[in-house]
């Protein structure tokens, strides 16, 4: 079922990402579920929200699709 979800989230977030412009919209999608994935996983396992994880990953998003 998570797999089948992440396909689905791939191809919108995908889309999405095309129409804003990114490179290689699809490739960045699965990316940012990999990251998202990551994220939810390490707090799982502190047993609560993390503040610093949750900015490291909003820094990345803000920054990590800017062609320079």
Same mark, same amino acid.
């Given at each position: 079922?998570?797999?089948?979800? %992440?396909?689905?989230? +791939?191809? /919108? #977030?995908?889309?999405?990402? =095309? +129409?804003?412009?990114?490179? =290689?919209?699809?490739? +960045? +999608?699965?990316?940012?579920?990999?990251? #998202? %994935?990551?994220?939810? /996983?390490?707090? =799982?396992?502190?047993?609560?929200?993390?503040?610093? #994880?949750?900015?490291?990953?909003?820094?990345?998003?803000?920054?990590?699709?800017?062609?320079?």
């Amino acid at each position: 079922v998570l797999e089948r979800q %992440n396909r689905t989230y +791939a191809l /919108l #977030i995908g889309s999405e990402l =095309h +129409a804003l412009g990114w490179p =290689h919209p699809q490739a +960045a +999608a699965r990316m940012l579920l990999a990251m #998202i %994935n990551e994220a939810a /996983l390490a707090e =799982h396992r502190l047993g609560q929200p993390s503040a610093e #994880i949750r900015e490291a990953l909003w820094d990345f998003l803000q920054h990590g699709g800017a062609r320079r």
